[in-house]
């Protein structure tokens, strides 16, 4: 599954010789559209407008998909985050400083301490130098 609102995957791009399905949104070119799925892609479009995640969960579910895991960089894992839409997060932390370049929490803004999401029973492993962080995030209390 590719998300890519704008059509940016090439269609020479190796990974659509396997079928895969890429979401988009109503607002992406139509003639880009066609490119990829003559390449192999399984293009669906969800609403352009509210929520590109939500409407993209919503359509795997309507497609029977009930679990998936995220494997993304900085603004997609952040944007399932902001949105509330993570049940669970692994995160792998690597003891080096590199600097200045992208987080996964850097789309993430929140008004005060209350309304940060917070991971429970959270694991902690090394594997070889790097840390592995896993937990299961708090639901709403409204819940």
Do not use: H
Not at 58 to 75: F, H, I, P, Q, S
Not at 98 to 116: E, K, Q, T, W, Y
């Amino acid at each position: 599954m590719i998300l890519d609102r704008s059509l940016r995957t090439p269609p020479r791009a190796k990974i659509l010789a396997g079928g895969a399905v890429i979401f988009t949104t109503e607002a992406a070119p139509a003639a880009k559209a066609s490119a990829l799925a003559e390449a192999g892609a399984r293009i669906e479009t969800v609403p352009s407008g509210a929520s590109f995640l939500g409407a993209v969960l919503k359509r795997l579910c309507a497609m029977d998909v009930n679990y998936l895991m995220v494997e993304a960089g900085a603004g997609v894992t952040s944007a399932f985050i902001g949105e509330g839409l993570c049940d669970e997060l692994a995160l792998f932390v690597a003891p080096k400083i590199i600097g200045r370049g992208p987080s996964f929490a850097d789309g993430l803004a929140f008004s005060n301490m209350a309304a940060v999401p917070c991971l429970r029973d959270a694991e902690y492993t090394k594997c070889g130098e790097d840390l592995l962080i896993r937990g299961v995030f708090e639901c709403s209390p409204d819940l």
